[in-house]
């Protein structure tokens, strides 16, 4: 069964930057699409980036358009989030997750679409 443990997260500036890790284990992830989302607190998951199977595609919430890259190194099992320009509104826990449905050509930013949960990683923006 697929694992993940995230790693990364902390407290900086803002205009700041922070590369997050997603750590996969028990299988490749080749065979899934990977999103990373987030959750303020009082606030509900929202998804942030994602990376679709096989690297065919990825997609971005507007907010993080432009700031935030998703990343994938096959032979290290990993997914990254490099984020850079980081305002205090991006201060939240951050999770990733893979999706198991080989049919979905595209990834996507909703979280029922994700089957697997790492437990997070705190990332604080603040002066």
């Known amino acids: 069964q697929l694992q993940l443990v995230e790693s990364g997260g902390g407290l900086v500036q803002p205009g700041g930057s922070l590369r997050l890790s997603c750590a996969a284990s028990?299988?490749?992830?080749?065979?899934?699409?990977i999103g990373w989302f987030r959750q303020a607190p009082g606030k509900e998951r929202e998804g942030v980036s994602c990376f679709s199977r096989l690297g065919r595609s990825t997609d971005y919430a507007e907010s993080v358009k432009g700031r935030f890259t998703i990343s994938r190194d096959n032979v290290k099992n990993t997914v990254y989030l490099q984020m850079n320009s980081l305002k205090p509104e991006d201060t939240a826990v951050y999770f990733c997750?893979?999706?198991?449905?080989?049919?979905?050509?595209?990834?996507?930013?909703?979280?029922?679409?994700?089957?697997?949960w790492g437990q997070g990683t705190q990332v604080t923006v603040s002066s």
């Open positions: 028990g299988s490749s992830v080749d065979y899934y699409s």
């Open positions: 997750a893979a999706d198991r449905d080989a049919s979905r050509r595209y990834c996507g930013l909703a979280d029922w679409q994700y089957d697997y």
